[in-house]
C-alpha cells in the first residue's frame, strides 16, 4: 500500500460471542445479529462456516456489481453465488477450503468469468482468504 494513501475505516462490525461453536451466542452490538451457534450437523444454531460463507458471497456479489460498472457490463438481476466452505482435518489439525459457485444468467461464460476473477481480486473475503486456504471460483 502506498504510504501517502489515506485510510478510511468504513464501518467496523463487534459481535459479542460466548460458548463457541458448541452451543454458544454470537450478538451484534446493534441487536441486528442474535444467533445461536452449535457445531456442524447438531443442534438448532449456525455455525462459523455458514457464516463465513453468507458473508463472503454476499461481499462477492457486492465485487461483481463493482468491476461490472468499470467494465460496462449489466449483471443481471438473478446473480447469485453458492458459497461452500468445508471444515477438513489432517492429521491432527484443522482447515478451510472454499468453492464459490457463480451463477450470472445471461452473460456469455467468458464475460462471467472476467467479472467473478476480477470480484476475487477486490472482495475483501477474497482477498483476506487467498494464500490461506483453497478456493475454487466455478462459473455454473
Known amino acids: 500500500m502506498n504510504a501517502n494513501t489515506e485510510t478510511k475505516v468504513l464501518y467496523t462490525a463487534r459481535n459479542h460471542t460466548t460458548g463457541g461453536r458448541d452451543g454458544g451466542t454470537s450478538r451484534s452490538d446493534d441487536g441486528r445479529l442474535d444467533i445461536k451457534l452449535s457445531t456442524p450437523g447438531t443442534g438448532t444454531g449456525t455455525n462459523p462456516e455458514q457464516l463465513l460463507a453468507a458473508g463472503w458471497s454476499a461481499c462477492f456479489i457486492g465485487a461483481m456489481r463493482l468491476a461490472a460498472g468499470k467494465l460496462k457490463v449489466r449483471i ?65
Open 76 to 140: 443481471p438481476n438473478d446473480v447469485a453465488v453458492d458459497a461452500e466452505v468445508d471444515l477438513i482435518q489432517r492429521g491432527d489439525a484443522y482447515f478451510l477450503q472454499a468453492r464459490l459457485n457463480v451463477s450470472l444468467p445471461g452473460l456469455e461464460r467468458d464475460v462471467a468469468r472476467t467479472l467473478a476473477d476480477t470480484a476475487h481480486q477486490t472482495c475483501p473475503y477474497s482477498k483476506a482468504l487467498t494464500g490461506n486456504i483453497d478456493i475454487a471460483i466455478n462459473i455454473l
